[in-house]
């Protein structure tokens, strides 16, 4: 598995430059806009959007064929693949903190933490069994489209909650709705995780 | 008898819309190399694909190291070339070399980069600038560093000129001359075949057309050549096909020496593996 995982950053190598140069471009401007939050969330979104690229590589140099002879199960090859989004996630979570932290902005630590890994298990959790089913170039379209769902709800639950009067949760009450929301994110990667497997392991080359 | 086969292909059958493989059946022994042949299409990569399990069967059965099916585990004995290079083209040769460390257990990075020096393979250049010919080398490499037991080669001298494809084939002969290991190799030029194989087996449209010891066939079947008239008549038991031609008629005779007692006027050229495709294949 941890060839797997080598082949997916090595696979990755040549963007790092890109990547860090987008960082430093929007860094620089929420920065400058005094909105670091933001500028953190769309750092990690980035960081882990490039990962598609790494299904495009898969298909376009046949390593999903290659990755089949390997002396690892196919529940190896997708978990190793969830690993790669994994630890990139908490790469750029921390990039994202350190940016938050260091323009000032220690209080949207918790929030900041807790929505970047809610986004990133959702993209995850999303682009993975839906790329392995369908090749990515269709997975992008229906990742867009799925991407609306977690806004719509979010839209949805405001509205409702504007129209009854409002909703002023107390800290106890916000942190147990972050650890809800978090929980959910974790039960959707893992069901993901099984789905991924599954599709995966029906696959012929 | 079993335990002398690194490899035993039994009635194998797969289905697909357009396509069907059906009954083809084979045993590699070890310290061979078997050549698997037939035109486009015709079943060879299908029948490599389900031997490796990147395809399952319909029917039918393969053992591997003789036991039934393929494991994890056996794929570490199993070194693979397919006809493009699996990695992805940015890497240098020695992220490669890390990559399969980390997958294969008896990784020997050592022979790994002894194999890049023997093929004057660089580091620090991106795979995409590799020429074919480097490209093939890199994945024999690959094929060779983790101590395999058995080759299984997809047209891996296909595009490749004749100096990197004698060299290819030393690397066959000197893999196979312990007599513990095995290659399974498809080709489309079968002369490559002619040098080094023991085996042959001949695939058309799905269906297994021969599998027979190679000097068997080079020396033992031949194409007896004559009018029509002295075609048609042949004894039928000598003659696998027959074939009319603008300038006269020939037969695919299997025992030239027994052919050759019976009509000692005829006569019989020697055949190559090309000439015998083209005589099965034709209607």
């Given amino acids: 598995m941890k060839g797997l995982i080598l082949n997916d950053f090595y696979a990755m190598r040549k963007l790092?430059?890109?990547?860090?140069?987008?960082?430093?471009?929007?860094?620089?401007?929420?920065?400058?806009?005094?909105?670091?939050t933001t500028g953190a969330l769309v750092i990690s979104v980035m960081g882990i959007s490039y990962l598609f690229n790494l299904f495009s590589y898969d298909e376009y140099y046949h390593w999903e064929q290659y990755a089949a002879i390997l002396p690892v199960t196919r529940k190896q090859i997708v978990l190793a693949r969830y690993a790669t989004f994994g630890?990139?996630?908490?790469?750029?979570?921390?990039?994202?903190?350190?940016?938050?932290?260091?323009?000032?902005?220690?209080a949207d630590c918790a929030m900041v933490l807790v929505t970047i890994l809610c986004m990133q298990g959702y993209t995850a959790a999303v682009i993975i069994p839906v790329a392995y089913k369908f090749g990515i170039q269709r997975g992008r379209i229906l990742y867009v489209l799925l991407m609306f769902v977690p806004f719509g709800v979010l839209l949805g639950l405001m509205t409702a909650l504007q129209l009854g009067g409002g909703f002023s949760p107390d800290g106890s009450m916000l942190a147990g709705i972050l650890v809800g929301v978090v929980a959910v994110v974790a039960l959707m990667v893992a069901i993901s995780i099984k789905i991924s497997i599954g599709i995966v392991s029906k696959k012929t080359f | 008898m079993e335990n002398s086969m690194m490899l035993s292909v039994n009635h194998l059958c797969k289905n697909y819309e357009k396509f069907t493989l059906s009954d083809v059946s084979f045993s590699l022994?070890?310290?061979?190399?078997?050549?698997?042949?037939?035109?486009?299409?015709?079943?060879?990569?299908?029948?490599?694909?389900?031997?490796?399990?990147?395809?399952?069967?319909?029917?039918?059965?393969?053992?591997?190291?003789?036991?039934?099916?393929?494991?994890?585990?056996?794929?570490?004995?199993?070194?693979v070339v397919f006809d493009e290079?699996?990695?992805?083209?940015?890497?240098?040769?020695?992220?490669?070399?890390?990559?399969?460390?980390g997958a294969y257990k008896n990784w020997d990075q050592k022979q790994y980069e002894e194999y890049l020096r023997k093929f004057a393979l660089p580091d620090k250049k991106e795979l995409k600038d590799f020429s074919r010919g480097m490209k093939m080398k890199l994945s024999l490499a690959v094929a060779l560093s983790h101590n395999a037991k058995?080759?299984?080669?997809?047209?891996?001298?296909?595009?490749?000129?004749?100096?990197?494809r004698s060299e290819i084939l030393d690397i066959f002969l000197d893999f196979i001359s312990d007599g513990e290991r095995s290659v399974l190799v498809s080709s489309h030029i079968t002369s490559d075949l002619e040098k080094v194989a023991d085996y042959i087996t001949f695939i058309h449209n799905g269906r297994l057309m021969l599998c027979e010891n190679k000097d068997d066939i080079l020396y033992g079947y031949g194409i007896a050549k004559a009018d029509q008239d002295t075609i048609d008549h042949l004894d039928s038991e000598l003659v696998l096909k027959k074939k009319k031609g603008k300038?006269?008629?020939?037969?695919?005779?299997?025992?030239?020496?027994?052919?050759l007692h019976q009509y000692p006027d005829i006569l019989v050229d020697n055949i190559n593996l090309?000439?015998?495709?083209?005589?099965?294949?034709?209607?």
Wanted: proline share 3%.
């Fill in chain 1, 16 to 36: 790092l430059k890109s990547i860090l140069f987008v960082f430093v471009i929007f860094g620089v401007i929420w920065g400058i806009g005094k909105q670091p």
């Fill in chain 1, 87 to 106: 630890i990139t996630a908490l790469l750029t979570l921390a990039i994202s903190l350190v940016y938050v932290i260091a323009l000032g902005g220690i």
């Fill in chain 2, 29 to 79: 022994p070890k310290g061979s190399i078997m050549g698997l042949i037939g035109e486009n299409g015709a079943g060879k990569s299908t029948t490599m694909k389900i031997i490796l399990g990147m395809t399952c069967s319909d029917g039918g059965s393969v053992s591997v190291f003789g036991h039934e099916g393929i494991r994890a585990e056996d794929r570490e004995k199993i070194g």
């Fill in chain 2, 85 to 101: 290079l699996p990695f992805v083209q940015t890497m240098f040769t020695s992220h490669l070399g890390k990559v399969m460390k």
């Fill in chain 2, 150 to 164: 058995l080759l299984i080669l997809d047209e891996p001298t296909s595009g490749l000129d004749p100096v990197v």
């Fill in chain 2, 247 to 259: 300038y006269g008629s020939e037969a695919l005779v299997k025992d030239k020496e027994a052919f």
């Fill in chain 2, 274 to 283: 090309d000439e015998l495709m083209l005589l099965l294949c034709s209607d």
